[in-house]
């Protein structure tokens, strides 16, 4: 993996799998995915705001912005910047992101159901939802010979040091939601109608889909020897 001068960390150069971390209501952060499409274009996933110039404009080395994609209701704050920049492009979540989305902002874009993005996907990129979820919840995987590239929203985290306020640590302890990969109970405990039928569909995923990297929608890229282990201890403790 290596980081480009605009910041994008490319996972991998033929499948254009790239990830640029954001920061959003003062100092929380959140990453932006971006995998190529079956059709040549690109998909974002959860479109960061306030994103450098310089990493926007190079995009345009890989390829084409063809759609966007809300991971779920929490991940809104990038839409209309993108959607300006790439009035081409179109806009996907599911019901339940898209509803909630709509709740929290006057200048939500229009969005196409995940049925529409499916069809430009192909083979190769997988998109889920998670239906024992409040907020229309879902997961991505890139399928490659080195192994799947995971998207895993906000299922499971990875930030290395927990800072912010004391009571926000806190909570990230007290719930075993960082620091280091772990499932977001602390998110579930607010987001899931079902948290063991989340728990248990994405156990499934990982078990389909062995993972080689996993980038979490906060905190650090996940790669090398034992990643897909790890992630299934996790979620198999959680489960018990």
Not at 157 to 175: Q, S
Not at 210 to 238: E, F, N, Q, W, Y
Request: charge should be positive.
């Amino acid at each position: 993996m290596r980081t480009t001068a605009s910041g994008w960390q490319v996972i991998d150069d033929d499948a254009c799998i790239l990830v640029h971390p954001y920061r959003f209501d003062g100092e929380a952060t959140a990453n932006c995915f971006i995998a190529r499409m079956a059709n040549g274009q690109l998909l974002v996933i959860s479109p960061g705001c306030d994103m450098p110039e310089a990493a926007i404009r190079e995009i345009g080395r890989y390829g084409q912005v063809g759609a966007l994609l809300a991971n779920n209701g929490m991940h809104w704050k990038g839409l209309e910047e993108w959607k300006a920049r790439f009035p081409r492009a179109r806009v996907f979540a599911s019901a339940d992101a898209a509803h909630r989305i709509r709740k929290q902002t006057s200048n939500a874009p229009r969005f196409e159901p995940l049925a529409g993005l499916t069809p430009l996907l192909g083979d190769t990129i997988i998109v889920t939802e998670m239906p024992a979820s409040r907020i229309g919840e879902t997961w991505t995987v890139v399928r490659r010979r080195q192994g799947a590239v995971w998207f895993a929203s906000d299922l499971l985290t990875n930030i290395p040091r927990l800072t912010g306020p004391l009571l926000m640590r806190w909570l990230f302890r007290l719930t075993s939601s960082g620091p280091g990969l772990r499932v977001f109970h602390l998110a579930m405990m607010t987001t899931a109608h079902d948290r063991k039928r989340m728990l248990s569909q994405l156990l499934a995923g990982l078990t389909r889909f062995p993972p080689a990297v996993i980038v979490p929608s906060h905190g650090d890229v996940l790669h090398g020897p034992g990643v897909m282990d790890t992630a299934r201890g996790l979620v198999m403790k959680a489960l018990r």
